[in-house]
Nanobody, 124 residues
Framework: QVQLVESGGGLVQAGGSLRLSCVASEISVLAYKMGWFRQAPGKEREYVVVPGWSAGNLEYAESVKGRFTISRDNAKNTVYLQMNSLKPEDTAVYYC?????????????????WGQGTQVTVSS
């Protein structure tokens, strides 16, 4: 059974940092476009950062550019999201997502597998 298990969320003050982790089982993080989405209360789920179409290309949401960084440890089958300079508007549940290579990863409808989500709360 495929599982994406996130961890690393929590409560942090504005300006602080968090690192989220997503450990994949039964799938390889090399075989899918692995990315991060988030959903704030009352809002639609949106992508934070996902792989683009070209190798090495990443699509960052405008609101997180320069502050968030995605990385991957192939040996650990794990994807990370480093979040710096956090703002209250970053408060949301963050989800790890796996999208088939032949689909656009910015569209949440194309996600094949979701993690359970981890709550990030940024206080002002």
């Amino acid at each position: 059974q495929v599982q994406l298990v996130e961890s690393g969320g929590g409560l942090v003050q504005a300006g602080g940092s968090l690192r989220l982790s997503c450990v994949a089982s039964e799938i390889s993080v090399l075989a899918y476009k692995m990315g991060w989405f988030r959903q704030a209360p009352g809002k639609e789920r949106e992508y934070v950062v996902v792989p683009g179409w070209s190798a090495g290309n990443l699509e960052y949401a405008e609101s997180v550019k320069g502050r968030f960084t995605i990385s991957r440890d192939n040996a650990k089958n794990t994807v990370y999201l480093q979040m710096n300079s956090l703002k209250p508007e970053d408060t949301a549940v963050y989800y790890c997502a796996a999208v088939p290579d032949y689909l656009s990863a910015t569209n949440s409808m194309n996600v094949r597998y979701w993690g359970q989500g981890t709550q990030v709360t940024v206080s002002s």
